[in-house]
């Protein structure tokens, strides 16, 4: 679960890690206030969406008076802000931070984020900051400084002077850096976190240090344990089938092709992504309904996906281990009655109850297209949309 750069440096400030003085606004007239909150002038308005490059798309300036303030905040509130990692639709400024302006005298990246292959976290720095992370390391890998974490013995002050002398801060600030480290990596911890991302990170011309940014990560799997943090989930950010699908406990995440897949399991439903590829098509969507999906699941399942236009085709893949076969056939038929389907509709079956679960289908009297494994479900359903 991703989260604003405002509500990050909330929660950086109850964890003890310096981030400029600063006040959210979701009006012209709430900018101008939260200004005038601040110690003077110049101030920064940035625009919060849940994506980076916003300086690069217009949705980060600086502003030397109220009057400014004011132009700047109404053309950037409710603007379709574009950036490399919101994709061509953009997102829609629905906020604004208003932060006070900083005398900067060097800009640093730094971020932490779960390592699977050493079952680590691991922390990254550069001294490049506000350059995107990925071209420094195309470019310039050797300036990317890592250090690997064990997470059962905690950071220590080692890991702390290998980042610091790697940064080549200077002595003053190397105490202060320290602290914003270690605080950070508690934050890091205590509310399980997947990344956490300060880009740029500053040190100011009297050697302080601060979190000029921040962008935040959860675990999504264990926000069981912070129920606190699931205040802070903005939905008008995230897109509306995945909500809908989190809501029945489906498993969704949509993309860009023309073929809808309705899986159990996500091992499989990336290797059933992988088969369409490869056959000449393109998925529209991951789905794992799940080991023990019920008739709801499938009938809901097939709903979000046919609400999505790019869809000119379904395969479904299941086997049948702990759902069986004859339950999900009859959740497809209870789908397919209740549902509009006017798409091609590939079924790959096997498994458990697999004969029961195709007479099902069959009965059904059903226009659905049986494929007998995944190579021919791959190569009908590529058919179907191409």
């Known amino acids: 679960m991703k989260i604003h750069e405002y509500q990050a440096k909330e929660l950086f400030r109850k964890y003890n890690v310096p981030v400029p003085e600063g006040n959210v606004a979701f009006s012209v007239n709430e900018a ?13 308005v940035k625009a919060q969406i849940h994506a980076g490059g916003r300086g690069k798309g217009g949705g980060v300036k600086l502003a030397s008076s ?87 013995l905690g950071i220590q002050a080692c890991h702390l002077r290998q980042v610091g002398f790697g940064l080549e801060l200077p002595v003053a600030a190397m105490k202060p850096f320290s602290q914003l480290l270690s605080n950070l990596y508690k934050f890091f911890i205590a509310n399980d976190c997947s990344l956490v991302e300060i880009n740029p990170l500053i040190l100011t011309s009297d050697d302080k240090v601060l979190a000029l940014d921040a962008k935040v990560d959860f675990d999504s799997n264990a926000l069981y344990r912070h129920k606190d943090l699931l205040e802070l989930r903005d939905l008008d950010e995230e897109d509306l089938q995945e909500v809908e699908a989190s809501e029945y406990n489906l498993n969704y995440i949509n993309l860009d092709g ?6 159990n399991g996500a091992g499989l439903a990336m290797a059933t992504m992988d088969i369409i590829k490869n056959a000449g098509a393109t998925p529209a969507n991951f789905m794992d309904v799940g080991g023990g999906a019920s008739s709801e699941q499938v009938e809901n399942a097939f709903r979000i996906i046919l609400a999505d236009p790019k869809v000119k085709a379904i395969l479904i893949n299941i086997f049948g ?23 091609p509709v590939v079924v790959r079956m096997e498994g458990t109850n697999v004969d029961e679960g195709k007479k099902i289908l069959s009965d059904a009297g059903l226009n659905l297209i049986s494929a007998v494994d995944l190579s021919d479900a791959a190569r009908k359903i590529a058919e179907a949309v191409n």
Do not use: W
Request: charged share 25%; aromatic share 4%.
């Open 32 to 44: 101008k206030e939260a200004a005038l909150k601040l110690s003077g002038f110049p101030v920064v």
């Open 66 to 152: 109220i009057e400014e303030v004011e132009t700047i905040g109404s053309k950037i509130l409710g603007m379709t802000l574009v950036t490399h990692q919101t994709g061509p639709k953009g997102r829609l400024v629905k906020k604004l931070l208003v932060e006070a302006g900083q005398n900067i005298k060097k800009e640093l990246y730094l971020s932490l984020l779960v390592d699977r292959a050493t079952a680590s976290v691991v922390i990254m720095a550069s001294m490049d900051g506000g350059m995107d992370i990925e071209e420094v390391a195309q470019k310039t890998p050797e300036r990317i400084i890592k250090v690997y974490v064990d997470p059962l």
């Open 321 to 343: 281990g702990i759902l069986r076969c004859d339950i999900f056939a009859k959740g497809v038929v209870d789908a397919a009655r209740k549902t509009n389907i006017n798409i």
């Open 258 to 263: 023309n073929v809808g897949n309705i899986v």
